[in-house]
Nanobody, 119 residues
């Protein structure tokens, strides 16, 4: 079993910053990549950022230049640094871990952490 626990969410004013963390534990192997998704009220869940096992990153256009994604492989921890936050960034943010298990791709999800950007 794999567990993902997010932390670091909260209330921040527009223009502020937050850093989300996602600690992975359990039987972790054959990692393809990790990522962050978010879901705002009344909207579909969307991919925010991903980082491959090789370290390549990709971001949704709306956060490019403001968010960075990184991993500490020694700690099995994923980070999302969010700067210049906007009210439209308000959402529940979910961490994901993609692994190959028994020849099949498996995605694990965290429980989510709330980010609210408001004055």
């Amino acid at each position: 079993q794999v567990q993902l626990v997010e932390s670091g969410g909260g209330l921040v004013q527009p223009g502020g910053s937050l850093r989300l963390s996602c600690a992975a534990s359990g039987s972790i192997f054959n990692i393809n990549g990790m990522g962050w998704y978010r879901q705002a009220p009344g909207k579909q869940r969307e991919l925010v950022a991903v980082i491959t096992n090789g370290g390549s990153t990709n971001f949704v256009d709306s956060v490019k230049g403001r968010f960075t994604i990184s991993r500490d492989n020694a700690k099995n921890t994923l980070y999302l640094q969010m700067n210049s936050l906007k009210p439209e960034d308000t959402a529940v943010y979910y961490c994901t871990l993609d692994m190959v298990v028994g020849g099949k791709a498996v995605r694990y999800w965290g429980q989510g952490t709330q980010v609210t950007v408001s004055s």
